[in-house]
Protein backbone atom coordinates (compact mmCIF):
# COMPACT_ATOMS: atom_id res chain seq x y z
CA UNK A 1 0.00 0.00 0.00
CA UNK A 2 1.12 3.44 -0.35
CA UNK A 3 3.20 5.15 2.29
CA UNK A 4 3.80 8.52 3.64
CA UNK A 5 6.59 9.58 6.23
CA UNK A 6 7.15 12.31 8.13
CA UNK A 7 10.48 13.80 9.97
CA UNK A 8 10.49 14.32 12.39
CA UNK A 9 8.01 12.84 14.47
CA UNK A 10 8.42 15.26 17.89
CA UNK A 11 10.09 17.98 18.04
CA UNK A 12 10.68 21.01 20.34
CA UNK A 13 11.55 24.13 19.54
CA UNK A 14 11.98 27.96 21.73
CA UNK A 15 9.28 30.53 20.68
CA UNK A 16 10.83 32.53 18.08
CA UNK A 17 12.29 29.53 15.82
CA UNK A 18 11.64 28.04 12.62
CA UNK A 19 10.55 25.19 12.17
CA UNK A 20 10.78 22.33 9.19
CA UNK A 21 8.49 19.60 8.82
CA UNK A 22 9.54 16.60 6.32
CA UNK A 23 6.84 15.21 4.37
CA UNK A 24 7.43 11.93 2.25
CA UNK A 25 5.70 9.70 -0.14
CA UNK A 26 7.64 6.33 -0.20
CA UNK A 27 6.35 4.50 -3.08
CA UNK A 28 4.16 6.25 -5.19
CA UNK A 29 4.35 9.99 -6.91
CA UNK A 30 2.02 12.47 -4.75
CA UNK A 31 1.16 15.08 -7.02
CA UNK A 32 -1.07 16.73 -4.17
CA UNK A 33 0.02 16.85 -0.97
CA UNK A 34 -2.17 18.49 1.91
CA UNK A 35 -0.98 19.22 5.80
CA UNK A 36 -3.90 19.44 8.32
CA UNK A 37 -3.28 20.64 11.93
CA UNK A 38 -4.99 18.54 15.29
CA UNK A 39 -5.14 20.89 18.10
CA UNK A 40 -5.74 18.44 21.67
CA UNK A 41 -8.68 16.36 21.42
CA UNK A 42 -9.73 18.06 18.05
CA UNK A 43 -10.33 16.79 14.78
CA UNK A 44 -8.41 17.62 11.73
CA UNK A 45 -8.37 20.94 9.62
CA UNK A 46 -6.76 21.57 6.49
CA UNK A 47 -4.54 24.20 6.93
CA UNK A 48 -3.28 23.82 2.63
CA UNK A 49 -3.37 22.18 -0.56
CA UNK A 50 -0.04 21.39 -2.74
CA UNK A 51 1.01 20.74 -6.20
CA UNK A 52 3.96 19.46 -7.27
CA UNK A 53 6.03 22.84 -8.83
CA UNK A 54 3.15 24.98 -7.60
CA UNK A 55 2.10 27.56 -4.79
CA UNK A 56 0.39 26.12 -2.41
CA UNK A 57 -3.31 26.92 -1.23
CA UNK A 58 -4.42 28.36 2.11
CA UNK A 59 -7.58 27.64 3.87
CA UNK A 60 -9.13 30.89 5.36
CA UNK A 61 -7.68 31.90 8.38
CA UNK A 62 -4.29 30.22 7.73
CA UNK A 63 -1.43 32.25 7.88
CA UNK A 64 0.46 31.81 4.66
CA UNK A 65 4.10 33.80 5.51
CA UNK A 66 3.44 31.96 8.75
CA UNK A 67 3.28 28.40 7.45
CA UNK A 68 5.41 28.26 4.51
CA UNK A 69 4.73 24.72 2.17
CA UNK A 70 7.10 24.17 -0.41
CA UNK A 71 6.33 20.53 -3.07
CA UNK A 72 9.32 20.60 -4.60
CA UNK A 73 9.42 17.20 -6.04
CA UNK A 74 6.69 14.26 -6.31
CA UNK A 75 7.58 12.88 -3.36
CA UNK A 76 8.78 15.64 -0.78
CA UNK A 77 6.63 18.50 0.91
CA UNK A 78 7.75 20.54 3.52
CA UNK A 79 5.67 22.60 6.12
CA UNK A 80 8.11 25.45 7.78
CA UNK A 81 6.69 27.07 10.99
CA UNK A 82 8.18 30.40 10.95
CA UNK A 83 8.59 32.27 14.03
CA UNK A 84 7.00 29.99 16.38
CA UNK A 85 4.63 30.74 19.51
CA UNK A 86 3.19 28.38 22.00
CA UNK A 87 0.17 28.84 20.44
CA UNK A 88 1.40 26.78 17.20
CA UNK A 89 2.40 23.84 19.44
CA UNK A 90 0.03 21.37 17.73
CA UNK A 91 -0.27 17.43 15.80
CA UNK A 92 1.01 18.38 11.92
CA UNK A 93 0.02 15.34 9.78
CA UNK A 94 0.04 15.39 5.74
CA UNK A 95 -1.44 13.46 3.05
CA UNK A 96 -0.58 12.81 -0.37
CA UNK A 97 -2.43 11.50 -3.21
CA UNK A 98 -1.53 10.49 -6.82
CA UNK A 99 -2.51 12.25 -9.93
CA UNK A 100 -6.03 12.78 -10.18
CA UNK A 101 -6.89 10.60 -7.38
CA UNK A 102 -9.77 11.16 -4.68
CA UNK A 103 -7.73 9.03 -1.87
CA UNK A 104 -4.87 11.04 0.36
CA UNK A 105 -2.28 8.72 2.38
CA UNK A 106 -1.84 9.93 5.86
CA UNK A 107 1.63 10.00 7.49
CA UNK A 108 2.17 9.23 11.02
CA UNK A 109 2.21 13.37 12.09
CA UNK A 110 4.74 15.62 14.02
CA UNK A 111 3.87 16.66 17.56
CA UNK A 112 5.36 20.46 17.77
CA UNK A 113 5.99 21.87 20.87
CA UNK A 114 6.70 25.69 21.21
CA UNK A 115 8.27 26.73 24.63
CA UNK B 1 -20.26 25.50 4.10
CA UNK B 2 -19.72 21.54 4.61
CA UNK B 3 -19.13 20.56 8.29
CA UNK B 4 -19.19 17.31 9.38
CA UNK B 5 -20.18 16.23 12.90
CA UNK B 6 -20.48 12.75 14.80
CA UNK B 7 -22.58 11.81 17.66
CA UNK B 8 -21.59 10.53 20.32
CA UNK B 9 -18.15 12.46 20.79
CA UNK B 10 -17.34 10.31 23.79
CA UNK B 11 -18.24 6.46 24.39
CA UNK B 12 -17.04 3.82 27.23
CA UNK B 13 -18.71 0.53 26.39
CA UNK B 14 -17.90 -2.78 27.85
CA UNK B 15 -16.43 -5.59 25.75
CA UNK B 16 -18.59 -7.48 23.55
CA UNK B 17 -21.15 -4.88 23.18
CA UNK B 18 -22.03 -4.15 19.55
CA UNK B 19 -21.85 -0.13 18.62
CA UNK B 20 -23.54 2.24 16.12
CA UNK B 21 -21.31 5.60 15.76
CA UNK B 22 -22.63 8.26 13.82
CA UNK B 23 -21.85 10.70 11.68
CA UNK B 24 -23.38 13.54 9.57
CA UNK B 25 -22.53 16.14 7.08
CA UNK B 26 -24.61 19.20 5.74
CA UNK B 27 -24.06 19.01 1.97
CA UNK B 28 -25.25 15.80 0.38
CA UNK B 29 -22.80 16.35 -2.67
CA UNK B 30 -20.10 14.60 -1.43
CA UNK B 31 -17.73 12.62 -3.45
CA UNK B 32 -16.65 9.79 -1.06
CA UNK B 33 -16.91 9.08 2.59
CA UNK B 34 -14.02 7.30 5.04
CA UNK B 35 -13.84 6.32 8.46
CA UNK B 36 -10.37 6.40 10.26
CA UNK B 37 -9.05 5.47 13.58
CA UNK B 38 -6.61 7.68 15.46
CA UNK B 39 -5.17 6.00 18.49
CA UNK B 40 -3.54 8.44 20.81
CA UNK B 41 -0.52 10.46 19.82
CA UNK B 42 -0.19 8.85 16.33
CA UNK B 43 -1.82 8.97 12.82
CA UNK B 44 -4.39 7.77 11.07
CA UNK B 45 -5.41 4.30 10.03
CA UNK B 46 -7.89 3.99 7.35
CA UNK B 47 -10.75 1.85 8.11
CA UNK B 48 -13.58 2.20 5.55
CA UNK B 49 -13.53 3.75 2.11
CA UNK B 50 -17.43 4.11 0.66
CA UNK B 51 -17.44 5.43 -2.30
CA UNK B 52 -20.62 8.13 -3.67
CA UNK B 53 -22.40 5.19 -5.33
CA UNK B 54 -22.59 2.52 -2.87
CA UNK B 55 -24.32 2.45 0.19
CA UNK B 56 -22.07 -0.14 2.77
CA UNK B 57 -18.56 -1.35 3.34
CA UNK B 58 -17.42 -4.12 5.23
CA UNK B 59 -14.20 -5.26 6.85
CA UNK B 60 -14.12 -7.96 9.42
CA UNK B 61 -16.09 -6.66 12.68
CA UNK B 62 -16.80 -2.95 11.14
CA UNK B 63 -19.42 -2.05 8.68
CA UNK B 64 -20.01 1.25 7.15
CA UNK B 65 -22.99 2.30 5.47
CA UNK B 66 -23.81 5.98 3.64
CA UNK B 67 -27.22 7.43 3.22
CA UNK B 68 -26.15 10.55 0.98
CA UNK B 69 -29.78 11.93 0.77
CA UNK B 70 -29.73 12.50 4.15
CA UNK B 71 -26.07 13.13 4.87
CA UNK B 72 -25.69 10.52 7.33
CA UNK B 73 -23.27 7.83 7.66
CA UNK B 74 -22.72 4.85 10.45
CA UNK B 75 -19.90 2.91 11.77
CA UNK B 76 -20.85 -0.40 13.25
CA UNK B 77 -18.58 -1.92 15.46
CA UNK B 78 -19.67 -5.81 16.46
CA UNK B 79 -18.40 -7.12 19.75
CA UNK B 80 -16.52 -4.59 20.37
CA UNK B 81 -12.86 -5.47 21.88
CA UNK B 82 -10.76 -3.55 24.53
CA UNK B 83 -8.35 -2.96 21.15
CA UNK B 84 -10.53 -0.66 19.70
CA UNK B 85 -10.31 1.19 21.95
CA UNK B 86 -9.23 4.48 20.17
CA UNK B 87 -10.76 8.01 18.37
CA UNK B 88 -12.98 7.24 15.27
CA UNK B 89 -12.93 9.83 12.68
CA UNK B 90 -15.09 9.89 9.34
CA UNK B 91 -14.16 12.38 6.86
CA UNK B 92 -16.22 13.57 3.84
CA UNK B 93 -14.13 13.59 0.85
CA UNK B 94 -15.63 16.61 -1.50
CA UNK B 95 -14.62 17.99 -4.93
CA UNK B 96 -14.76 21.84 -5.45
CA UNK B 97 -11.70 21.90 -7.81
CA UNK B 98 -9.36 19.40 -5.57
CA UNK B 99 -10.26 16.63 -3.74
CA UNK B 100 -10.39 17.70 -0.22
CA UNK B 101 -11.22 15.71 3.01
CA UNK B 102 -13.56 17.44 5.73
CA UNK B 103 -13.29 15.66 9.13
CA UNK B 104 -15.80 15.34 11.48
CA UNK B 105 -15.48 16.09 15.11
CA UNK B 106 -14.67 12.33 16.17
CA UNK B 107 -16.14 9.87 18.77
CA UNK B 108 -13.66 8.88 21.13
CA UNK B 109 -14.21 5.21 22.08
CA UNK B 110 -13.77 3.39 25.04
CA UNK B 111 -14.15 -0.71 25.39
CA UNK B 112 -13.97 -1.62 28.79
CA UNK B 113 -12.36 -5.38 29.77
Known amino acids: GAVVSQHPSRVICKSGTSVKIECRSLDFQATTMFWYRQFPKQSLMLMAT?????????EQGVEKDKFLINHASLTLSTLTVTSAHPEDSSFYIC???????????FGPGTRLTVL | KQEVTQIPAALSVPEGENLVLNCSFT??????LQWFRQDPGKGLTSLLLIQSSQREQTSGRLNASLDKSSGRSTLYIAASQPGDSATYLC????????????FGTGTRLKVLA
Open chain 1, 50 to 58: SNEGSKATY
Open chain 1, 95 to 105: SAAGGGTDTQY
Open chain 2, 27 to 32: DSAIYN
Open chain 2, 91 to 102: AVITTSGTYKYI
